[in-house]
């Protein structure tokens, strides 16, 4: 029986715990070493991430400021166990594996909640960058990129991605890419707080990343 002691946000610390199949468990510790080795990325070690986009409609063009390419790579290979979903760390997993073991309200709203940052749609929420009636800033296109153009070489993800971007524009959507990344950091993290706690509880020591 694992637990862990989680603060809500009204201030409350309520305890929560569950069973875990060993399998189970060696989910989590592979999830938790692959947290430690996402926070040693010297992108992630910036206090301010800049990144913005700058149009200039007169002349029809426009330019971003964002990390270089190197720093991206660096990011990607290392967010790669968490996003494909046939990585057994994978966070949907490794969320579901939580939340169908634990079932105790307060956490499954907590997942929920972390569930939808990873899907990026805090920022639908707050803003909808569209082209050609596709909305750019969601987890869709994102993940057409990614499998287009970074992880794989999926000649029609990449093509839904060129037709989206003529004319060389893609370049213009990489801080959005961005942003969408940072907020599955920031979701990975959180959920790998918890696992900690969770593999602390049973003395389930992490091997060193």
């Given at each position: 029986?694992?637990?862990?002691?989680?603060?809500?946000?009204?201030?409350?610390?309520v305890?929560?715990?569950?069973?875990?199949?060993?399998?189970?468990?060696?989910?989590?510790?592979?999830?938790?070493?692959?947290?430690?080795?996402?926070?040693?990325v010297?992108?992630?070690?910036?206090?301010?991430?800049?990144m913005?986009?700058k149009?200039?409609?007169?002349?029809?063009?426009?330019?971003?400021?964002?990390p270089?390419?190197?720093?991206?790579?660096?990011?990607?290979?290392?967010?790669?166990?968490?996003?494909?979903?046939?990585?057994?760390?994978?966070?949907?997993?490794?969320?579901?594996?939580?939340?169908?073991?634990?079932?105790?309200?307060s956490?499954q709203?907590?997942?929920?909640?972390?569930s939808s940052?990873?899907?990026?749609?805090?920022?639908?929420?707050?803003?909808?960058?569209?082209?050609?009636?596709?909305?750019?800033?969601s987890?869709?296109?994102?993940?057409?990129w990614?499998?287009?153009?970074?992880?794989?070489?999926?000649?029609?993800?990449?093509?839904?991605i060129?037709?989206?971007?003529?004319?060389?524009?893609?370049?213009?959507?990489?801080?959005?890419?961005?942003?969408?990344?940072?907020?599955?950091?920031?979701?990975?993290?959180?959920?790998?707080?918890?696992?900690?706690?969770?593999?602390?509880s049973?003395?389930?020591?992490?091997?060193?990343?």
């Amino acid at each position: 029986m694992l637990h862990a002691d989680i603060k809500l946000t009204s201030g409350e610390v309520v305890r929560v715990s569950g069973d875990f199949e060993q399998d189970e468990l060696e989910t989590l510790r592979a999830y938790s070493v692959e947290a430690q080795r996402l926070d040693k990325v010297p992108l992630l070690q910036q206090p301010n991430i800049h990144m913005s986009i700058k149009m200039d409609f007169e002349v029809g063009s426009g330019s971003v400021e964002r990390p270089s390419d190197e720093d991206i790579a660096v990011l990607l290979m290392r967010l790669r166990p968490f996003i494909l979903q046939k990585e057994h760390c994978n966070f949907g997993t490794v969320k579901n594996i939580i939340r169908r073991r634990i079932p105790d309200k307060s956490l499954q709203q907590i997942t929920q909640k972390l569930s939808s940052l990873y899907l990026g749609e805090n920022m639908l929420s707050l803003m909808k960058v569209e082209a050609g009636g596709v909305l750019i800033n969601s987890d869709e296109v994102l993940m057409d990129w990614l499998n287009g153009f970074e992880y794989h070489r999926d000649k029609k993800k990449r093509a839904r991605i060129e037709q989206l971007h003529p004319g060389g524009s893609l370049e213009l959507s990489m801080p959005i890419f961005m942003n969408l990344l940072l907020d599955k950091v920031t979701a990975i993290r959180h959920l790998s707080a918890l696992v900690r706690l969770l593999l602390q509880s049973g003395n389930y020591c992490e091997a060193a990343p």
